[in-house]
Each structure stands twice: as structure tokens, then as C-alpha cells.
């Protein structure tokens, strides 16, 4: 699950810098074990120099947390990644 093709949205190129992007499907290629087809980041604004990332799933239940030393200039960003068994999509909560 999510070794396809990968796309971004608009939104996410809009919203976040392509190393957070990277970042982001990194996070879902370390995932050990079963994976979700749907994963979700939350992205909080720490500071001008710091984000902190909750990356979760549901099924099986996951919860991990980053900081980051990478700004983003939303105070909350929420973004999920889908595999829809042809292709993975990045897109922002607001896209869904």
C-alpha cells in the first residue's frame, strides 16, 4: 500500500513547501506493519521555526508525533493521504 503512483493537490502544493510534502510520505513509508488506506497529519504551527506533526491511522490504531524544524504559515493544517489501490493522493482535509 502506498508504493503507486503519487499525486499532491493543488491545495498541498499551495499550503505546504515540498519538504514537508517529502517528509510527509516518508512518515508513510516507515510505517512498520499493516497500513491504513488512509492516513492522516495533523501540522501545528510551533513557532516561525517549528511544526509539530501527529501522523495517525485508524485501522490498525497508529499515533506518532514530530517536530520539525520547518515552518508552515497555517496555524493548523489537516491533510490526508488516501490509496485507492491504483494510486495515493495527498490532499487537504477542506479537498476531501
Do not use: C
Not at 39 to 57: A, G, N, S
Not at 75 to 87: M, S
Amino acid at each position: 500500500m502506498f508504493d503507486k503512483m503519487k499525486y499532491v493537490t493543488s491545495g498541498i502544493n499551495r499550503t505546504l513547501d515540498y519538504k514537508v510534502q517529502v517528509m510527509l510520505w516518508r512518515m508513510i513509508d516507515s510505517l512498520q506493519g499493516e497500513k491504513d488506506y488512509i492516513q492522516v497529519f495533523e501540522l501545528v504551527r510551533v513557532d516561525d521555526h517549528t511544526t509539530k506533526i501527529v501522523h495517525k491511522q485508524e485501522n490498525p490504531e497508529y499515533k506518532k508525533s514530530y517536530l520539525i524544524h520547518e515552518s508552515i504559515n497555517e496555524n493548523l493544517v489537516r491533510v490526508f493521504v488516501i490509496d485507492d489501490g491504483d494510486y495515493a493522493t495527498m490532499l487537504l482535509a477542506s479537498e476531501y
